[in-house]
């Protein structure tokens, strides 16, 4: 049972490259979510998911769209990268309950 | 989501006692007060969640006022691996699965256990 898997650990885009952060959990969870987090800045909600099909926005939307065609797998997708997306990227899971199961992160670099 | 307020960091030494106090003064009649804890390098790690009074477990004990505006996180006799930022979060469970609702993180608290 491996929780909630993320890949790659680490990335280094150029501007305006795209990339896909990927995201998989095997604890049949139907809430899932990504997370960007900045120095002095927490953890800030970027899209997240209630279910197979459904995405929505979080607090910081832009220039991230998902895709949510299994349980098991929520990807990142950045369509043009730019040097304000530089961040830790994290891929949470839940089910409905107390508590949110984090990824161990994605580290991204755009120069 | 109520809004949190956290001191920024805070000192300890291995063996004692520390007491992280989250102030939400907004707090809703649903919700329930969640402590986080994140080490570097890795995604943040429930630690224990409450509505009211005092909750325990293996790892720390909740206490929170009959106001509900407080908690605070105690951890018994820190040692060094304690040694991470610790995230307090206030909301409603069930709006947040059900309606998806936002789980907001603050800023955290950082706390360094020296030896």
């Known amino acids: 049972n491996a929780g909630v898997t993320q890949t790659p650990k680490f990335q280094v885009l150029k501007t305006g490259q795209s990339m896909t952060l990927q995201c998989a959990q095997d604890?049949?969870?139907?809430?899932m979510s990504w997370y960007r987090q900045d120095p002095g800045m927490g953890l800030r909600l970027i899209h997240y998911s209630v279910g197979a099909g459904i995405t929505d926005q979080g607090e910081v939307p832009n220039g991230y769209n998902v895709s949510r065609s299994t349980t098991e797998d929520f990807p990142l997708r950045l369509l043009s990268a730019a040097p304000s997306q530089t961040s830790v990227y994290f891929c949470?899971?839940?089910?409905?309950?107390?508590?949110?199961?984090f990824g161990p992160g994605t580290r991204l670099l755009v120069l | 989501l109520a809004k949190t307020t956290q001191p920024i960091s805070m000192d300890s030494y291995e063996g004692q006692e520390v007491n992280i106090t989250c102030s939400h003064n907004n707090i809703a009649t649903n919700d329930y007060i969640t402590w986080y804890q994140q080490f570097p390098s890795q995604g943040p790690r429930f630690i224990i969640q409450g509505y009211k009074t005092k909750v325990t477990n293996e790892v720390a004990s909740l206490f929170i006022p009959a106001d509900r505006k407080s908690s605070t996180l105690s951890l018994p006799r820190v040692s060094l691996s304690d040694t991470a930022v610790y995230y307090c979060?206030?909301?409603?469970?069930?709006?947040?699965?059900?309606?998806?609702?936002?789980?907001?993180f603050g800023q955290g608290t950082e706390l360094s256990v020296k030896p």
């Open positions: 949470a899971t839940t089910d409905g309950k107390e508590t949110q199961y």
């Open positions: 604890m049949n969870h139907e809430y």
């Open positions: 979060l206030v909301g409603d469970p069930i709006m947040i699965y059900n309606q998806g609702g936002k789980l907001i």
